[in-house]
């Protein structure tokens, strides 16, 4: 697009407001994101180390455990820095730089919001730097969504469903139309972990605003979940009663998820489902 200049004030665009690149409000309510996230709360399987076995996984590592290089590599601690803000008419694009804690290696994440017919177009281009040494549990952007008197607590949306699904365990899953609230979309495991995500979603509504999706160059849909705390409270809890009151909901939409393998009793991810540092784009268009 041309025309576009250094921003750095407020901006409206559509039915949201930004400052200083920032989304601080959505269909008339505060919300803010989107903000890469590499982590998930690590699952049973992926604190597994025991039945270990390298030759089942191109990222396997006998005797560690996935969540263990995920916290030594820092992915549950990551450093956003913006670069830069621009603006056009009608159109707002930021270019962030995100690390891993104590690490060179990087992720360019560059952001394009563009108002069409009414609604909202969100581009996000994510581009890895080279030398990251294992998988990464996801590649996904998060939207926090403050209650503000009214919380969002139920999804409709229409992709896979009824129950959550991954990568490698998408056989009981079926395409339709599906509604829950935030509880039913989350499994209440004995330690909380990972839980919630529908792969291949088309579209999702809050209530409070509705988005959505585009397949990618390689015709991939995102997936999405819906949680009352971010991955890093949930992996320091270590039973449901510990998890911390909540006045936010968090909006997850991934281009991809790490498998869930059977590491805790068996075989780790099979490659085809291990989710290697890559390039993924996101498009997701938001309505009132």
Known sequence: MAGWRDSSGTVDIALASFDRGTLVRLAGRPVSGPRLELFRAPTDNDEGAAFSDPTYSDASIAGVSSARLWREQGLDRLTHRLVSVQEAPGALRTLTRVSAANSVDSVTVETTWTALDGELVLRVEIESSAGWPTVWPRIGVRFDLPDDGN?????????????ESYPDSTR????????ATIDELN?????????????AVREVDLGAFAFTTTADARGRLPGFSLSR???????????????????????????????????ACGPDVWPAFALRPEARTLRVRFRG
């Open 151 to 163: 919380p969002i607590d139920t999804a409709e949306w229409f992709g896979t469903g009824p129950l």
């Open 172 to 179: 009981a899953a079926y395409v339709g139309r599906f509604r």
């Open 229 to 263: 705390h971010t991955p890093q409270q949930i992996a320091a809890a270590g039973h449901p009663h510990e998890l911390p009151p909540s006045a936010t909901t968090y909006l997850f939409v991934d281009a991809a998820q790490h498998g869930l393998g059977s590491r």
């Open 187 to 199: 499994v209440e495991y004995a330690r909380p972990q990972e839980t919630g995500h529908h792969t």
